[in-house]
Protein backbone atom coordinates (compact mmCIF):
# COMPACT_ATOMS: atom_id res chain seq x y z
CA UNK A 1 0.00 0.00 0.00
CA UNK A 2 1.07 3.34 -1.14
CA UNK A 3 1.71 6.27 1.70
CA UNK A 4 2.82 9.66 2.51
CA UNK A 5 2.54 10.81 5.69
CA UNK A 6 3.78 14.29 6.56
CA UNK A 7 4.71 15.49 10.00
CA UNK A 8 6.71 18.52 11.94
CA UNK A 9 3.83 21.13 11.16
CA UNK A 10 2.11 23.49 13.32
CA UNK A 11 2.11 27.30 14.83
CA UNK A 12 5.15 29.14 14.27
CA UNK A 13 5.49 33.17 15.10
CA UNK A 14 6.69 35.21 11.73
CA UNK A 15 10.11 34.68 11.11
CA UNK A 16 10.74 31.65 12.85
CA UNK A 17 11.25 28.02 10.82
CA UNK A 18 9.21 24.62 11.12
CA UNK A 19 11.23 21.51 8.88
CA UNK A 20 8.19 19.68 7.48
CA UNK A 21 9.44 15.66 6.70
CA UNK A 22 7.12 13.16 4.51
CA UNK A 23 7.97 9.74 5.32
CA UNK A 24 7.05 7.35 2.47
CA UNK A 25 6.21 3.60 2.02
CA UNK A 26 5.01 0.96 -0.78
CA UNK A 27 6.72 2.22 -3.91
CA UNK A 28 10.41 2.65 -4.99
CA UNK A 29 11.50 5.27 -3.30
CA UNK A 30 14.91 6.76 -4.77
CA UNK A 31 13.37 6.20 -8.63
CA UNK A 32 10.01 9.03 -7.62
CA UNK A 33 10.67 12.63 -7.70
CA UNK A 34 9.50 14.34 -5.08
CA UNK A 35 7.36 17.59 -4.55
CA UNK A 36 5.84 19.82 -1.82
CA UNK A 37 2.61 21.85 -2.27
CA UNK A 38 0.34 24.15 -0.73
CA UNK A 39 -2.99 25.52 0.03
CA UNK A 40 -4.24 28.15 2.14
CA UNK A 41 -7.43 29.22 2.85
CA UNK A 42 -9.60 30.11 -0.30
CA UNK A 43 -6.63 29.53 -2.45
CA UNK A 44 -5.55 26.90 -4.90
CA UNK A 45 -3.22 24.30 -4.46
CA UNK A 46 0.37 25.55 -5.82
CA UNK A 47 3.91 23.80 -5.90
CA UNK A 48 6.55 24.98 -3.53
CA UNK A 49 9.44 22.63 -4.11
CA UNK A 50 10.58 19.86 -5.31
CA UNK A 51 13.48 17.41 -5.92
CA UNK A 52 14.45 15.00 -8.53
CA UNK A 53 15.41 11.42 -8.58
CA UNK A 54 18.72 12.45 -8.66
CA UNK A 55 18.78 15.23 -6.09
CA UNK A 56 17.80 18.41 -8.87
CA UNK A 57 15.94 20.83 -7.35
CA UNK A 58 13.23 23.71 -7.64
CA UNK A 59 11.75 26.09 -5.95
CA UNK A 60 8.75 28.36 -6.65
CA UNK A 61 10.15 32.07 -6.65
CA UNK A 62 8.59 33.00 -3.31
CA UNK A 63 10.35 30.96 -1.43
CA UNK A 64 14.14 30.58 -2.77
CA UNK A 65 16.81 31.55 -0.57
CA UNK A 66 14.43 30.81 2.34
CA UNK A 67 13.35 27.00 1.96
CA UNK A 68 15.31 23.81 1.42
CA UNK A 69 14.09 20.84 0.01
CA UNK A 70 16.28 17.57 0.70
CA UNK A 71 15.63 13.91 0.40
CA UNK A 72 17.18 10.64 2.15
CA UNK A 73 16.22 7.48 0.14
CA UNK A 74 18.03 5.23 2.97
CA UNK A 75 15.06 6.67 4.64
CA UNK A 76 12.63 7.06 2.33
CA UNK A 77 11.74 10.33 3.32
CA UNK A 78 11.55 14.11 1.90
CA UNK A 79 11.91 16.82 4.17
CA UNK A 80 11.55 20.78 3.86
CA UNK A 81 13.39 23.01 5.73
CA UNK A 82 11.38 26.35 5.78
CA UNK A 83 12.85 29.41 7.38
CA UNK A 84 11.85 33.04 7.95
CA UNK A 85 8.20 32.10 7.63
CA UNK A 86 5.72 34.78 6.77
CA UNK A 87 1.91 35.05 7.63
CA UNK A 88 0.53 34.35 4.25
CA UNK A 89 2.39 31.22 4.02
CA UNK A 90 -0.21 29.72 6.31
CA UNK A 91 -1.48 26.78 4.48
CA UNK A 92 -1.60 22.98 4.58
CA UNK A 93 1.25 21.50 2.89
CA UNK A 94 1.13 18.31 0.99
CA UNK A 95 3.85 16.01 0.29
CA UNK A 96 3.51 14.37 -3.37
CA UNK A 97 5.44 11.60 -5.55
CA UNK A 98 5.52 11.42 -9.29
CA UNK A 99 7.66 9.11 -11.99
CA UNK A 100 7.66 12.48 -14.31
CA UNK A 101 8.68 15.81 -12.55
CA UNK A 102 6.72 17.70 -14.80
CA UNK A 103 3.57 16.13 -14.60
CA UNK A 104 4.25 15.98 -10.71
CA UNK A 105 4.42 19.64 -10.44
CA UNK A 106 1.45 20.28 -12.98
CA UNK A 107 -0.69 17.90 -10.87
CA UNK A 108 -1.23 15.45 -13.94
CA UNK A 109 -0.71 11.92 -14.18
CA UNK A 110 -0.02 9.47 -11.76
CA UNK A 111 0.72 10.97 -8.47
CA UNK A 112 1.12 9.74 -5.08
CA UNK A 113 -0.77 12.11 -2.29
CA UNK A 114 0.28 12.45 1.28
CA UNK A 115 -2.95 13.99 4.11
CA UNK A 116 -1.47 17.25 4.18
CA UNK A 117 -0.42 18.73 7.19
CA UNK A 118 -1.43 22.58 9.12
CA UNK A 119 1.51 24.59 8.80
CA UNK A 120 0.19 28.13 10.63
CA UNK A 121 2.47 31.42 10.84
CA UNK A 122 0.97 34.09 12.95
CA UNK A 123 1.93 37.78 12.82
Known amino acids: QVQLVESGGGLVQAGGSLRLSCAAS????????MVWFRQGPGKDREFVAG???????RYVDSVKGRFTITRDNAKMTVYLQMNSLKPEETAIYYC?????????????????WGQGIQVTVSS
Open 96 to 112: AAGLSFQRLMDQTGEVY
Open 26 to 33: GFTFSRYN
Open 51 to 57: IRWNFET
